[in-house]
């Protein structure tokens, strides 16, 4: 069965520095998505993609943030300047269609800001 | 506005016994719902879902019903066995009309089958 991937699974990174988090989501998918969690909280959405740029973005999804879809697989999350607060679960995600389609999920990129 | 919640955070069954987990959903404008499961170290991974037109969808071990009245949904699993123990979580999306396909997720409910 297609899943997305994401790679690392772990991503250990000074305070200050750019990072960059990786996904391939699932081949014929049109919708992609990434998520955060914080540790013992629940899933919080960030920015979702389509078409070559974003559908929407979150509070959380500030000027340090970035997208990009560079090939026909890949779809990148950049965190600029990292905080301590970055710290979290990263996931990517992605589905056929927008509304009313399944969002599947990769098994995420565990970011620690130390 | 939204939000989207769990009447119970943590639940134990005997292996065998059926399972039900709740969420209350206080957009009434929501119409899709997604039941995930994440096992730890995972991402969640899609179980089923349900659109705001339908009030019962039914899959393998799992059944998903929708109150709308009350705005509540909640999960059934048959025959609960140890590898269904994880975190579930309910999402909801709304159709703003617009490109708003978020999800947004509840805090989740512990599933802890005894063997």
């Known amino acids: 069965e297609p899943e997305v991937t994401q790679t690392p699974s772990h991503q250990v990174t000074q305070m200050g520095q750019e990072v960059i988090l990786r996904c391939v989501p699932i081949s014929n998918h049109l919708y992609f998505y990434w998520y955060r969690q914080i540790l013992g909280q629940k899933v919080e959405f960030l920015v979702s993609?389509?078409?070559?740029?974003?559908?929407?973005k979150s509070e959380i999804f500030d000027d340090q943030f970035s997208v990009e879809r560079p090939d026909g697989s890949n779809f990148t999350l950049k965190i600029r300047s990292t905080k301590l607060e970055d710290s979290a679960m990263y996931f990517c995600a992605s589905s056929k269609q927008g509304l009313g389609q399944p969002q599947h999920f990769g098994d995420g990129t565990r970011l620690s800001i130390l | 506005g939204e939000s989207v919640g769990l009447h119970l955070p943590t639940l134990s069954v005997q292996e065998g016994d059926n399972s039900i987990i709740n969420c209350a959903y206080s957009?009434?404008?929501?119409?899709?719902f997604i039941w995930y499961k994440q096992e730890s170290g995972k991402g969640p991974q899609f179980i089923i879902d349900i659109r705001s037109n339908m009030d019962k969808r039914q899959g393998q071990r799992v059944t998903v019903l929708l109150n709308k009245t009350v705005k509540h949904l909640s999960l059934q699993i048959a025959a609960t066995q140890p590898g269904d123990s994880a975190v579930y979580f309910c999402a909801e999306n709304m159709d703003s009309g617009g490109s708003n396909y978020k999800l947004t997720f509840g805090k989740g409910t512990l599933l802890t089958v005894n063997p």
């Open positions: 957009n009434s404008a929501s119409d899709y």
């Open positions: 993609f389509y078409n070559n740029e974003i559908s929407e």
